[in-house]
């Protein structure tokens, strides 16, 4: 787990570097919005059709969403106690909820995952995201943020409209693919595989490219200390206690709960600028929760493989 967390953290050191250097002038941003959005709309659901095309789907499937959709619910109540308990401001708490409740499954989640347990973890991984993460923050997280903040749009989108997105009609069509017993051709299968490899160093290197030391502040301590504890901490435990009740064996339950230990998912930015939360106090949140699990993410394997 060491030498993989030292790989991606160098990968994630060269998007921050970027950041810095701005090579042939181009700014993180710019640079993390064209990567994002090749890895979003080609090769994430390249990955997720050979790998769910291809996965054991069944009651396991259903396992990997009761336990993310419980432990995020967990989290959510836990920070929301802290608000309530400490009368933050909403646009803060609202921008709390979201950084405690979601972590970054994909982006951080599949490179780790693949490289400490092998390629297998993608299932885990892309299960866990598209059946319980990614539809509880298009639904439950966007609610939060309205709720807490305002909508910068003039006509709001309905929730659902948020799943109009290429890694779930690949889900959709994998799965139905699989059900089906479809065999996918050499040719299609080595495409896939052939786009899907570009997925983890890419998604490492927009993550270095989204870290901002300039986001630290002094005022947004308090803030961030709860959500440290609860997302790296207490959600971690949680997810380890429920997975327990479930018949979920061996290497794919330590990997299943380590997912779930990752720091904040960096999408929760995108979220918070538009419902106008607290945005630097969650880009802190990510920064500081990722730097974080270069310690905890060690930790919570060795726990899990003991």
């Given at each position: 787990?060491?030498?993989?967390?030292?790989?991606?953290?160098?990968?994630m050191a060269c998007g921050a570097v970027w950041r810095f250097a701005r090579p042939a002038g181009l700014p993180a941003?710019?640079?993390?919005?064209?990567?994002?959005?090749?890895?979003?709309?080609?090769?994430?659901?390249?990955?997720?059709?050979?790998?769910?095309?291809?996965?054991?789907?069944?009651?396991?499937?259903?396992?990997?969403?009761?336990?993310?959709?419980?432990?995020?619910a967990f989290a959510m109540f836990c920070i929301w106690t802290v608000g309530a308990l400490f009368k933050f401001e909403?646009?803060?708490?609202?921008?709390?909820?979201?950084?405690?409740?979601?972590?970054?499954?994909?982006?951080?989640?599949?490179?780790?995952?693949?490289?400490?347990?092998?390629?297998?973890?993608?299932?885990?991984?892309?299960?866990?995201?598209?059946?319980?993460?990614?539809?509880?923050?298009?639904?439950?997280?966007?609610?939060?943020?309205?709720?807490?903040?305002?909508?910068?749009?003039?006509?709001?989108?309905?929730?659902?409209?948020?799943?109009?997105?290429?890694?779930?009609?690949?889900?959709?069509?994998?799965?139905?693919?699989?059900?089906?017993?479809?065999?996918?051709?050499?040719?299609?299968?080595?495409?896939?595989?052939?786009?899907?490899?570009?997925?983890?160093?890419?998604?490492?290197?927009?993550?270095?490219?989204?870290?901002?030391?300039?986001?630290?502040?002094?005022?947004?301590?308090?803030?961030?200390?709860?959500?440290?504890?609860?997302?790296?901490?207490?959600?971690?435990?949680?997810?380890?206690?429920?997975?327990?009740?479930?018949?979920?064996?061996?290497?794919?339950?330590?990997?299943?709960?380590?997912?779930?230990?990752?720091?904040?998912?960096?999408?929760?930015?995108?979220?918070?600028?538009?419902?106008?939360?607290?945005?630097?106090?969650?880009?802190?949140?990510?920064?500081?929760?990722?730097?974080?699990?270069?310690?905890?993410?060690?930790?919570?394997?060795?726990?899990?493989?003991?």
């Amino acid at each position: 787990m060491n030498l993989t967390l030292i790989q991606m953290t160098l990968i994630m050191a060269c998007g921050a570097v970027w950041r810095f250097a701005r090579p042939a002038g181009l700014p993180a941003e710019q640079t993390r919005l064209v990567l994002t959005t090749v890895v979003y709309y080609l090769l994430l659901p390249a990955m997720v059709l050979e790998v769910l095309w291809s996965a054991d789907l069944g009651l396991h499937s259903f396992q990997y969403a009761l336990l993310g959709m419980s432990s995020i619910a967990f989290a959510m109540f836990c920070i929301w106690t802290v608000g309530a308990l400490f009368k933050f401001e909403d646009r803060r708490l609202g921008a709390m909820i979201l950084a405690a409740a979601f972590p970054n499954v994909t982006y951080l989640g599949l490179p780790v995952l693949e490289q400490a347990f092998g390629g297998w973890a993608r299932s885990v991984v892309i299960q866990l995201d598209l059946f319980a993460v990614s539809p509880l923050l298009f639904t439950v997280g966007i609610m939060v943020a309205r709720y807490y903040g305002e909508e910068v749009v003039e006509k709001p989108r309905p929730l659902w409209l948020f799943f109009n997105a290429p890694p779930f009609w690949a889900a959709v069509i994998a799965v139905i693919l699989n059900v089906n017993g479809f065999v996918a051709p050499v040719w299609l299968l080595g495409v896939l595989q052939k786009l899907s490899v570009a997925v983890v160093p890419l998604m490492l290197f927009s993550l270095g490219l989204a870290l901002s030391w300039k986001a630290l502040t002094v005022r947004n301590i308090p803030y961030v200390i709860p959500v440290i504890v609860i997302k790296m901490v207490l959600m971690p435990l949680f997810a380890m206690a429920m997975i327990g009740f479930l018949p979920i064996n061996g290497e794919y339950r330590a990997a299943a709960v380590l997912d779930l230990a990752m720091p904040c998912m960096v999408l929760g930015i995108v979220v918070c600028d538009r419902y106008r939360l607290d945005s630097s106090l969650y880009a802190m949140a990510v920064t500081v929760t990722t730097a974080i699990s270069l310690i905890t993410l060690p930790f919570w394997h060795s726990v899990l493989m003991n």
